[in-house]
C-alpha cells in the first residue's frame, strides 16, 4: 500500500500537523515539522526572490549637473526604497557614454550593476567604426524610462531674440556662435547639426563630458547656445541666466508655454528630443532583469515623482524591457540614417 508523503510546504504541513499528525502520532508529528521546516530552510531561493542582497551600483555614463544625472537624482531615494537596498550612482562621463557603457558591459551580470543611458547609445553605433560593445547584443533591454524634448537657448548676451534673428546672425558672422553639446553624437549635438542643415547656417560645435560641464559654459557665456532638455535648463531659463528661443517638438512645453516650437519659430523639421533607459549587462538572468524592470517602472509612476518630472517638462514612459529592445532597434536605424546625412564623423567639432 502506498503511504501520502506529508507536504514540506509552509502552509500546508501546519495545517497537516495542526490535524491528523497531532492527535494520532504525537512525537513523531513533530520531528516530521522539525524535518521538513529544515528541508524548507535549506531550499535554494529563487534568484528573483534572492536579488537583491547587497547595494546596487547605477553607473551614469555622463558628468554630474547634467540631464541624466539630474534624473538618476531624482528617483534615486524611491527607487532604493522599493529595492530594499540602497541604490549607489557612479558618474562615469567620456567618451560620448562610452566609457561607462563599457564599463557595465564587462561587469557582472548579476544585477549589481547597471547602466542609465541616452539617447547617445543608439547613435555611437553610426558614429564609431570599433565600439568596445555591441549597443544591443551586450545588454539586456531592462526599461525606457523617461523622454523629453529639446529647447534651443542661448546665453542672454546674444542680442536675437527669435530663431529667425538667430538664423540672420549666423548667416551674416559664419562660424562666430558656438553651440555645446554632451558630447559627440549626443541628443544636443544631433540637434545642433540638424539645425545647421535646416537653417543652412555654419556655427561651430563644442562637445563636453556630459549635459551638465556645456550647460555650466553656457551659463558663464564661453559658448553661446545649445539644444538641451528641460531637466538641466528649465531652472536657468526661468531665473533668466539663459533664454530659451524655441522647442524642438511638435507641441510646446507644459513647463514652458510662451515659449514656441521650431516650426511656430519658421524651421519645421528640427523635432527632436532625448530619451532615458535602463540597461544591464547581457546575462543577467531574467528573473532578475524583471525585479529591474518593476522597481524603476512603479517608481516613476509614484505620482510624487510623475508630479516632479511633469513639472520639468518631462514624459514618463517605464516601458516593458521587450518594448525596450523593439525601440533600441528602431532607433538606432534612424539615426544612422540622420548621421549619414549630416555627414557627422566621431571626431567632428
Not at 1 to 13: K, V, Y
Not at 51 to 58: G, S, T
Not at 93 to 120: F, H, N, R, V
Request: glycine share 8%; net charge positive.
Amino acid at each position: 500500500m502506498l503511504q501520502t508523503q506529508p507536504s514540506c510546504h509552509p502552509e500546508e504541513q501546519n495545517v497537516q500537523f495542526r490535524g491528523r499528525y497531532a492527535d494520532r502520532f504525537g512525537i513523531a508529528a513533530v520531528a516530521v515539522a522539525l524535518l521538513c521546516a529544515a528541508v524548507t530552510a535549506s531550499a535554494p531561493r529563487s534568484l528573483a526572490a534572492a536579488f537583491p542582497e547587497k547595494p546596487i551600483r547605477l553607473i551614469v555614463a555622463f558628468a554630474p549637473g547634467g540631464s541624466a544625472d539630474n534624473l538618476a537624482r531624482t528617483i534615486q531615494p524611491l527607487w532604493s526604497e522599493a529595492l530594499g537596498f540602497p541604490l549607489v550612482i557612479d558618474n562615469r562621463p567620456g567618451a560620448s557614454s562610452i566609457i561607462g557603457t563599457e564599463m557595465t558591459a564587462k561587469a557582472p551580470a548579476d544585477g549589481y550593476t547597471i547602466l542609465l543611458i541616452t539617447t547617445t547609445h543608439s547613435v555611437n553605433p553610426s558614429l564609431i567604426r570599433k565600439l568596445p560593445y555591441d549597443s544591443v547584443r551586450d545588454f539586456a533591454m531592462i526599461s525606457l524610462a523617461v523622454s523629453q524634448p529639446n529647447i534651443l537657448s542661448v546665453h542672454p548676451s546674444v542680442p536675437p531674440r527669435t530663431v529667425k534673428e538667430l538664423v540672420e546672425l549666423a548667416r551674416a558672422k559664419p562660424n562666430t556662435l558656438n553651440f555645446a553639446s554632451g558630447g559627440n553624437g549626443s541628443s544636443p549635438h544631433l540637434s545642433g547639426e540638424l539645425f545647421k542643415i535646416i537653417a543652412g547656417i555654419t556655427i561651430t560645435h563644442i562637445p563636453y563630458k556630459g549635459s551638465g560641464p556645456g550647460v555650466t559654459d553656457l551659463l558663464a557665456g564661453h559658448v553661446q547656445m545649445m539644444f538641451a532638455g528641460p531637466l538641466v535648463l528649465e531652472p536657468h531659463i526661468k531665473s533668466g541666466r539663459v533664454r530659451a528661443l524655441a522647442v524642438a517638438d511638435l507641441r510646446r512645453s507644459s513647463v514652458l508655454p510662451n515659449v514656441p516650437t521650431m516650426t511656430e519659430a519658421g524651421f519645421p523639421g528640427v523635432e527632436t528630443g532625448t530619451w532615458y533607459g535602463i540597461l544591464a549587462p547581457a546575462a543577467t538572468p531574467p528573473e532578475i532583469v524583471r525585479t529591474l524592470n518593476e522597481s524603476p517602472v512603479r517608481v516613476l509612476r509614484a505620482p510624487e515623482i510623475e508630479s516632479r518630472l511633469s513639472k520639468q517638462g518631462v514624459d514618463i514612459v517605464a516601458s516593458s524591457s521587450q518594448e525596450f529592445r523593439r525601440f533600441m532597434g528602431d532607433e538606432i536605424a534612424k539615426w544612422a540614417s540622420v548621421v549619414k546625412q549630416a555627414g557627422i564623423r566621431a571626431d567632428s567639432q
